[in-house]
């Protein structure tokens, strides 16, 4: 079956504006979650959807927002867009919330890689 | 924030060699996984191992965990060079999400 799906996969946006990435989880998978990666700070948790409720959030400020929809696919936005806001956006899905269970396995899309300039 | 470190940073071999990285985390957890990325690309999941497990395989993966000295091992058997690319550990703790190490990147050469 068909893995997690990130659009777009690369895009150049100039400060001030906002954007807005889409994420498609593995079908059956009802939590989806974001992470930033940048080469200074690694891997960063964003947030994390389950069943359309934002389950836990990150230390990111609030111009860094999301939303699941009934078929579990996801959109996150960021706003007034900052140059070190430039990184590869990571959607992972699975099929509990993370915490669920020790079994709970996490797979990722191929990211978005965001430019701002 | 970084849960843990991965040691080595960086780690350099042959092909058919083993390569062995560690994961060394801070908090209690609920599950490791390790996971590859190559440059550029998003992340394949390689291994999930629970906190009352030991050891797992999958392949030429061989995945040790010791809670009592909060670390992990990941061995790669028979390195080839389509294993080049960064490892990264996660752990899971109680009520977290996905907290990661900074990675360690392997290159192979043949």
């Known amino acids: 079956k068909a893995g997690v799906t990130q659009t777009p996969r690369y895009l150049i946006k100039t400060r001030g504006q906002q954007v807005t990435l889409s994420c498609s989880p593995i079908s059956g998978h009802r939590s989806v979650s974001w992470y930033q990666q940048t080469p200074g700070q690694g891997l960063q948790f964003l947030f994390e959807y389950f069943s359309e409720t934002q389950r836990n959030k990150g230390n990111f400020p609030g111009r860094f927002s999301g939303r699941q929809f009934s078929n579990s696919r996801s959109e996150m936005n960021v706003s007034t867009l900052e140059l070190g806001d430039s990184a590869l956006y990571l959607c992972?899905?699975?099929?509990?919330?993370?915490?669920?269970?020790?079994?709970?396995?996490?797979?990722f899309g191929e990211g978005s890689w965001l430019t701002v300039v | 924030s970084q849960q843990g470190e991965e040691d080595p940073q960086a780690l350099s071999i042959q092909e058919g060699e083993n390569a062995t990285m560690n994961c060394s985390y801070k908090t209690s957890i609920n599950n490791l996984q390790w996971y590859r990325q190559n440059s550029g690309r998003g992340l394949v999941h390689l291994i999930l191992i629970r906190s009352n497990e030991r050891e797992k395989h999958s392949g030429r993966l061989r995945v040790t965990l010791d809670t009592s000295k909060k670390s992990s091992s990941l061995l790669i058997t028979a390195s080839r060079a389509a294993d080049t690319a960064s490892y990264f550990c996660a752990t899971i703790g109680p009520g977290t999400a996905l907290i990661f190490g900074k990675g360690t990147t392997l290159s192979v050469s043949s």
């Open positions: 992972a899905s699975s099929l509990e919330w993370t915490g669920a269970h020790s079994g709970n396995t996490i797979y």
